[in-house]
């Protein structure tokens, strides 16, 4: 069960390192996310870039690269702890993906996708939860890091087991969105627009 568990993690981390929105954005004769806009390589900032179809199409694919990894190794019958690092070992790969020089987004899609094994009813709630807080705030940072927060709560009243493993992913995040809670206390962080081609 190690042996399966470390390389389920190390597939994880893999898959996790394939950048969507790079690889989106390259495919469409798109600018590099990484050097326009917020320069992260995400849907939010693929969305300011071109359109909202292009984004959901990277946040799709975000999401599956959390969601194949972990729903893989929880039909192997792989510990709900070691589940945890797994999903943290896709948002890593996100964040720092060996394929594209260590430079990666901020990997709020992949935990998510990392979450929906646990069940739809939370899926839908963390989506509810961040259309919620971005379309009040208009900050889609203070969306992820609210929704991030608050998803070991609806875990633990859905399905206890798993509270561990989302603490480890909502830890992570909000760590990767260090730099954006110093930016929206200080009142410079950009809310989410789109550029309007005509």
Request: glycine share 8%.
């Amino acid at each position: 069960m190690l042996l399966l568990t470390l390389t389920m993690i190390i597939v994880a981390y893999l898959i996790g390192s394939i950048s969507s929105a790079i690889l989106v954005c390259k495919l469409l004769g798109l600018p590099d996310p990484r050097t326009t806009g917020s320069q992260n390589p995400g849907a939010t900032n693929v969305l300011r870039m071109s359109n909202a179809f292009t984004a959901a199409t990277v946040l799709f694919l975000d999401i599956l690269k959390g969601t194949i990894p972990v729903w893989g190794a929880f039909f192997l019958h792989v510990d709900s702890l070691y589940l945890g690092f797994i999903g943290v070992a896709a948002c890593l790969g996100h964040i720092y993906p060996i394929f594209f020089n260590f430079k990666g987004g901020k990997a709020v899609a992949t935990a998510l996708g990392t979450l929906l094994p646990i069940g739809f009813t939370l899926g839908g709630l963390l989506i509810l939860t961040w259309i919620v807080v971005a379309k009040i705030s208009k900050y889609s940072s203070l969306a992820a890091i609210v929704t991030v927060s608050i998803a070991p709560l609806y875990v633990y009243f859905l399905k206890p087991l798993y509270v561990y493993p989302t603490l480890m992913l909502s830890a992570l995040i909000i760590f990767r969105h260090r730099d954006n809670i110093k930016r929206l206390l200080n009142g410079t962080e950009d809310k989410i627009t789109r550029k309007i081609k005509s």
